[in-house]
């Protein structure tokens, strides 16, 4: 049970090939000879068997035999057949290389595998490699080098054709996967197995689409947690929805909200084929993380130049030597070195000289990495240079990149820097934007570890009344919220609003006005204008009743000539808001397909179209997410002391996103959602106009409890935080894991006795590598779920006053199966505090989770010597077995 469950299709003991037979033309298709010559090409340690589904008598003896992987390429009216019979011989996973199969016929294939238990890739696809195993499953060229690096492309012939890079420019392959359309195996399972693959180091993606959002989002993230992921999407297409019906969904397009939800996962995009593979070589070194100061240390000008200016373009910043380290560094250069910005070495600079810039950088805390670019000069040896940062790059700690500009004189030198794994480039731009990707991913490592809850920490909203506003809004068959059912919404989630009341005639405008107080601006109030501005339906700056009076008459008459058909319940007064040098800013929302709901911030106001400035996040927020958010938007230079007017409140921006994450997660029926404008000054922030756009939510996330299924990130489940007694004395909370955790429960696995610990993980180390810490604790709550009880104590400090600290004493985990119906759990107590209940209060309540998600069984492995854990099995009501692949486990298994 620990083996990946497409162990069987990516690492088969055992395969059989359907390909036609070599006589009969008509039976083997464009791929078949290829793929029997790949397949015989190298040596290939499992068994290898080729069969002809036509030949006379082959059928009947295949009760007999057995295969954990078929290989079918055959004419499209062939593959079902041979799926049948790869079923008769109980394969547990099919490759179908088969091409021309339609939708209607690769469904009827996928319900064939789905009966009898076959994982299926293909068809339409060019197959597989695993140089590893030296097995070639594919129609896509020859077999690749053995490396590190996993490729999982969607295009076919872009397979081909990275393979054929791959092998020109000396770069190896774990696994390459080629995922054609329909296929029944998709992206986020073949993601799935190389997170847990021990010899992918880093995977790279080529991607066209996905067909859930929530089941890709997932796995990135688990396959991030464990190692680094680029990616490189085609068809980026522009920003702009005609349909819609805010200005959020106007001017967000789908390949920014991609970007979003890729920074989300942890994962790095690119945009070009070469970078994919440069920026996957860099990560690969794992380097610790680092911010977006580049040194860049050159023996010539107008190469520093160029790096310097790309370096602006991509908006990192130039890492330059603190006014110490220049005055260590100097008198170890030549005399013309220049260090004010560059670090220019000068042409006179030999080996030594670089060397010692490369280490004046690497100790200056104000730089986070370094970027070497040599020129050829007289004198001056290209590969002896190069042997001078390569032997630099065991002492230092931070990322370093090599530029060796030029070709002929220069081959010899980019051949040591490549062998000694420094990434190196043949121009300045490709090396500053490898360190971006390097920057970047460190930053997104960052997003990818947030997990908040759907509801923050701020005084609980009335979810119950923007329902009711909701609801009532739904049964008059509308989907566009007017200004005051808008602003309802909002101050259901303590959204600061500004006072509006709604006139339903001139006087009763101008009585309004008075009471406010002036100046106040005017609105139509109708539910079929979206864009009040567009039909003259809003006046600002209103400084008398008369005033007021008139500019109702006016407008409700303008407004019913320009468009007839609109209702128009009145005209909204609201008084104005503060503006003197407060700064416009909204806050959207537009639902994208597939990713669902998507929080978007930037600078407001009536151009806002024209400004495009736009930044996005994926809910759920926390305080961290909402920061970064503000911060990549353009607007954010303008929130600190700007032109003599005093820094912006952030705090009440932050609340105000976070109060919107909320109305997201709890409100699956918004649609789209303009705030705007949002005036921010030094003493708040309050919204002046919001428009709202619904429609019914799905059955799924409108039943008795909202399980977030409209999110393509689950929030972290709050809800199953209990406390409970310890018997013998004290309390316990158990609640879902979170990253935070990782400190703790390292502090556990120390603590466990040998025993224990080998009951546990069926090994002997002390603790936890680092790698398995992280994927313990940043888990994806969709697909698994860990619970911890944290126990609260009082220990004495050193200086005699107590504490109270906290400890985690037990973990229950369960991951759900392929089958979608089953769950595997497992369970960890410490020794201090066996005996006293925690072990089963942690199993019922993993139980309870499980059942919530729908599942029906949860099975697991226990060591047949471990006989406490199978007393606690037997007393929770688990069945116990025999475990025929091990005799040394017991199988336990109860239904739900």
Known sequence: ???????????????????????????????????????????????????????????????????????????????????????????????????????????????????????????????????????????????????????????????????????????????????????????????????????????????????????????????????????????????????????????????????????????????????????????????????????????????????????????????????????????????????????????????????????????????????????????????????????????????????????????????????????????????????????????????????????????????????????????????????????????????????????????????????????????IDSPDISHKSDVQGVVLNVMNGAGARDTYLDMVERVARLQPAARINGVTVQKMARTRRGREIYVGLVTDDPFGPVIVFGAGGTMIELIGDRAMELPPLNQFLARRLIERSRIAETLAVWRGAAAVDMEALDRILLRVSEMVCELPQLREMDINPIIVDESGAVAVDARIVIHNAPQAVTGPRNNYSHLAILPYPARYEQVWPLRGGGHYTVRPIHPDDAVMLQDLVQHLSPQSRYFRFVSSFAELPPSMLARFTLIDYDREMALVAVFKERRAAPDGEMLETERIVGVSRCITNPDQSSCEFSLVVADDVNGKGLGSRLMESIMDVAREKGLKEIVGLVLANNAGMLKLMKALGFTVKRFAEDPDFRLVSRAL
């Not at 290939?44 to 295969?67: E, K, N, P």
Request: contains cysteine.
């Open 1 to 523: 049970m620990d083996k990946h469950y497409l162990t069987p299709l990516f690492s088969p003991e055992s395969i059989v090939v359907f390909a036609g037979h070599a006589d009969d033309p008509a039976s083997q298709t464009p791929h078949a000879k290829t793929l029997q010559a790949a397949l015989r090409a190298q040596r290939y340690s499992g068994t290898l068997q080729f069969l002809d589904i036509q030949t006379s008598g082959t059928l009947a003896d295949l009760a007999q035999a057995r295969a954990d992987l078929a290989i079918i390429a055959l004419p499209p009216h062939s593959v079902a057949a041979a799926l049948e019979a790869a079923a008769r011989m109980a394969c547990r996973a099919a490759l179908v290389i088969s091409t021309g199969i339609g939708a209607d016929a690769s469904a009827e294939l996928e319900r064939i595998a789905r009966r009898e238990g076959i994982h299926l890739l293909g068809p339409n696809c060019l197959g597989f490699q695993r140089p590893p195993l030296q097995l070639n499953a594919s129609a896509a060229g020859p077999l690749a080098r053995n490396g590190s690096l996993a490729l999982v492309s969607q295009s076919g012939a872009l397979t081909s054709s990275m393979l054929d890079w791959a092998s020109k420019n000396a770069v190896g392959f774990s696994s390459v996967v080629s995922l054609g359309r329909h296929t029944s195996v998709e992206i986020a399972q073949v993601l799935d197995f190389l997170a847990n693959d021990a010899r992918t180091h880093s995977i790279i993606v080529y991607l066209e689409g996905i067909s859930s959002a929530r089941r890709f989002m997932s796995a990135l993230r688990s396959a991030a947690t464990a190692k680094p992921v680029v990616v490189l999407k085609a068809g980026r297409k522009p920003a702009g929805n005609e349909a819609a019906q805010t200005h959020s969904g106007s001017i967000v397009g789908s390949d920014e909200v991609f970007d979003a939800a890729l920074r989300r996962a942890g994962a790095v995009r690119v945009r070009s084929f070469v970078e994919l593979f440069s920026a996957a070589k860099c990560l690969a070194s794992r380097y610790r993380p680092v911010g977006r100061r580049l040194a860049i240390v050159t023996n010539g000008g107008g190469p520093g130049v160029l790096a310097a200016d790309w370096v602006n373009e991509i908006s990192l910043q130039l890492g330059k030597l603190s006014p110490d380290s220049i005055q260590a560094l100097a008198p170890r250069l030549p005399e013309l070195a220049s260090l004010s910005d560059l670090i220019d070495v000068s042409e006179e600079a030999g080996p030594e000289h670089f060397r010692a810039a490369i280490e004046a950088a690497d100790k200056d805390g104000g730089i986070d990495g370094v970027l070497a670019i040599c020129s050829p000069k007289p004198g001056v040896e290209p590969a002896a240079v190069a042997r001078a940062l390569i032997e630099a790059k065991r002492t230092i700690g931070k990322p370093l990149l090599a530029c060796w500009m030029g070709d002929a004189s220069v081959g010899e030198a980019r051949e040591l820097l490549n062998e000694a794994s420094v990434p190196s480039f043949r121009t300045p731009e490709a090396a500053v934007g490898a360190f971006g990707n390097i920057a970047t991913f460190y930053q997104n490592q960052l997003l990818l570890q947030q997990t908040p809850p759907p509801l923050s920490t701020l005084a609980k909203p009335d979810i119950e009344g923007a329902r009711l506003v909701i609801e009532s809004v739904l049964a008059e068959r509308r989907h566009v919220l007017t200004e005051m059912e808008s602003k309802a919404l909002l101050s259901s989630f303590h959204i600061p609003v500004t006072e509006t009341l709604v006139a339903r005639s001139a006087s009763e405008a101008m009585l309004i006005a008075s009471q406010l107080g002036f100046p106040v601006a005017l609105k």
